[in-house]
Each structure stands twice: as C-alpha cells, then as structure tokens.
C-alpha cells in the first residue's frame, strides 16, 4: 500500500532561518507528490506539487524536488517569515484502473517560527 | 466560486445520537473525498465519489459510518449511533478529473461527542 513519512514536529525556527522538511514515501505504482499547509482553524491549501521524477515544484519561495531514486519529496524554503507557521502535510495520489486514488497523507509537521 | 462548503462547521452531540455532515463540492469537479482528522492517526480518507459513484470505502472505519452523494452537488457522511471515539475533524474535498488536480479542502466540520 502507500503511506508517506515526515518530520513531526514541532519544528521551532527564527525568522530568515532555513527550512527543510524530510518527508518519504513508498506507493504503488507511480505517485504525483504534494505539500499542503493548514492554518490554524482552517483547511487545507495545495502549497505545491510535482507529477514526475526530478519535477520540481514551488510556490510562496518554498520548493521541492520529486526524487525517484530516494523516494523523497523534502520541503525547503530559504527564508522563513512569522507568516509561514503553520502545519505542513506531504501527500501523494497514485493512479489506479478506475480512475485518480484519494491523496495519502504523512502525519504533519507543525512548524513554528519565532520573531 | 465559493469553493467547497461544509456544513456544520461545528456539532457537539450525546454518545448514540446520529450525526449528520454535509458537502457541496465546487461546481463541475468530478471527485469527492472524505477525510477525518485527529491527533492520534492524522489525516484519514475515509472514503470517494467519482462522478456521483462511491469508488473506494475501504477508509470507513465500521459499518455506523454511511456516506451518500444523491447529485453532483451534495453529498452527506452520516454516523449512526455516534461514539466518543468519533470525535474529530471531518473534511470534505473535491477535485477534477485531470492528472494530479488539485484536491480543494472545506473548511471542515469540528465534532465532538460526549
């Protein structure tokens, strides 16, 4: 079956610190990979993707790069501000006979940055 | 759009009463899910819709757990009788058809079972 590993947290950084959120997974056939952010009280927001090995996605000045070779899909962003507290879900949807799977969820990582 | 709505967005009910939650997905999207969300096991899906039909209900957790999507613009996930152990965040999500669409989350509806 598929799952998805990642950091859990929290994760406690200063502002303009560097990022980086490991997360692997092992699937079925051949996954697209996503990151999704939750804000506090609210759902959750497509923060970016990547559909085929070494795609990488970006958004918001965060990236990840789709690593066939390592099964991995890690969060990284150079910079990070107050505003991006918030907890992060790496995911993946796999392809089945009849159609798109539900996405697979890692247990979050719940990132707090400090002023 | 107003993207995909939820409804309640929060339900305190008594253990063995039937609890009720409502979706309307975005207008025209083919796919939509179910996820339950709780501290212990995370985000969960519980079940899918691919054009009205339900695809995969290998997620619900046991047989007090019903979901229906009547139209391409409701759908309900029922629970009958309710249990504490049901206490969670449910979200609804709706999604195209196209490869690797993205999934757009409703805002989620808190219960809680006492």
């Known amino acids: 079956g598929n799952s998805v590993t990642q950091m859990e947290g929290p994760v406690t950084l200063s502002e303009e610190a560097f990022l980086t959120i490991n997360c692997t997974y092992t699937?079925?056939?051949?996954?697209?990979l996503f990151w999704y952010v939750q804000y506090p009280g609210e759902g959750l927001q497509l923060l970016l993707k990547a559909t085929k090995a070494d795609d990488k996605g970006s958004n918001k000045g965060f990236e990840a790069t789709y690593r066939k070779e390592t099964t991995s899909f890690h969060l990284e962003k150079g910079s990070v501000q107050v505003s991006d507290s918030a907890v992060y879900f790496c995911a993946l949807r796999t392809y089945s006979g009849g159609g798109a799977d539900g996405l697979t969820f890692g247990k979050g990582t719940h990132l707090i940055i400090q002023p | 759009d107003a993207g995909v709505i939820q409804s309640p967005r929060h339900e305190v009910t008594e253990m063995g009463q039937e609890v009720t939650l409502r979706c309307k997905p975005i207008?025209?999207?083919?796919?939509l899910f179910w996820y339950r969300q709780t501290m212990m096991r995370g985000l969960e899906l519980l079940i899918y819709?691919?054009?009205?039909?339900?695809?995969?209900d290998s997620g619900m957790p046991e047989d007090r757990f019903s979901a229906k999507m009547p139209n391409a613009s409701f759908s309900t996930l029922k629970i009958q009788p309710s249990e504490p152990r049901d206490s969670a965040v449910y979200f609804c999500?709706?999604?195209?058809?196209?490869?690797?669409?993205?999934?757009?989350f409703g805002p989620g509806t808190r219960l809680t079972v006492t």
């Open positions: 999500a709706s999604s195209g058809l196209r490869y690797a669409a993205e999934q757009y």
């Open positions: 699937a079925t056939g051949y996954p697209s």
């Open positions: 819709f691919n054009n009205n039909v339900p695809i995969d």
């Open positions: 207008s025209g999207h083919d796919y």
